[in-house]
């Protein structure tokens, strides 16, 4: 079993629509939970960084971590075309062992 | 500020061929990684460094591969006699260091095709 699991995708959405992107994850030792967005060609960028269980809101995106069911989330609101990416989960128990997703690819059509 | 860069963005060479990928970190992060990422798959860990520690070279693939890191900044992944399944993108991210997991920085790392 991989330490994480994201569903590959692809996703396509419509412009405006609310986007939810999952991870689940074995480990219950994970406490340090990221997302990053890919685009073409571009190396991952840090969108989210959340400690331990909880809610955390930047503007459109929010992370929610369930440590209970090992499960964490992101949500997009009113999704635009320059969302349009690859999104990659990350977590880490601490120190530097890192464990990512596969990336789940998101469309949003205009 | 800069990002952490990336060199060659793309490397094109023949089966055999040694190569350098060179990344140059966030001005003072102390931690280094390389990893690669090939089409559909996840992110794989090679190696990290931090300060002046010994570098973690749990996940390099095989004795072809090597990195070094000198003067605690700038760091060259090599590797040696290429084969084809080294063809994939090479990732180099830099974060403040090991207190707890602070999150990565990546470059846009360097795209290898080997013929």
């Known amino acids: 079993q991989k330490e994480v699991e994201q569903d590959p995708g692809p996703l396509s959405v419509p412009e405006g629509a609310i986007v939810s992107l999952n991870c689940t994850y074995s480990n219950s030792a994970f406490q340090y939970f990221m997302w990053y967005r890919q685009y073409s060609r571009k190396g991952p960028e840090l969108l989210m960084y959340?400690?331990?269980?909880g809610n955390k809101e930047d503007g459109r995106f929010t992370a929610q971590v369930d440590k209970s069911s090992k499960y964490i989330s992101l949500f997009i609101r009113d999704s635009q075309p320059s969302d349009s990416a690859t999104y990659l989960c990350a977590m880490s128990a601490s120190g530097n062992q890192f464990y990512f997703g596969t990336g789940t690819s998101l469309t949003v059509i205009p | 500020g800069a990002g952490v860069s990336q060199s060659p963005s793309n490397k094109v060479t023949e089966k055999g061929k040694d190569v350098e990928l060179r990344c140059d970190p966030i001005?003072?992060?102390?931690?280094l990684y390389w990893y690669r990422q090939s089409l559909g798959q996840g992110l794989e860990f090679l190696i990290y460094f931090q300060g002046n520690s010994a570098p973690d070279k749990s996940g390099l693939p095989s004795d072809r591969f090597s990195a070094e890191r000198t003067g605690g900044s700038v760091s060259t992944l090599t590797i040696q006699r290429t084969q084809q399944e080294d063809s994939a993108v090479y990732l180099c991210?830099?974060?403040?260091?090991?207190?707890?997991?602070?999150?990565?920085?990546f470059g846009d790392g360097t795209r290898l095709s080997i013929l």
């Open positions: 001005s003072g992060h102390t931690a």
């Open positions: 991210a830099s974060s403040h260091g090991t207190r707890e997991a602070q999150p990565q920085h």
């Open positions: 959340t400690y331990s269980s």
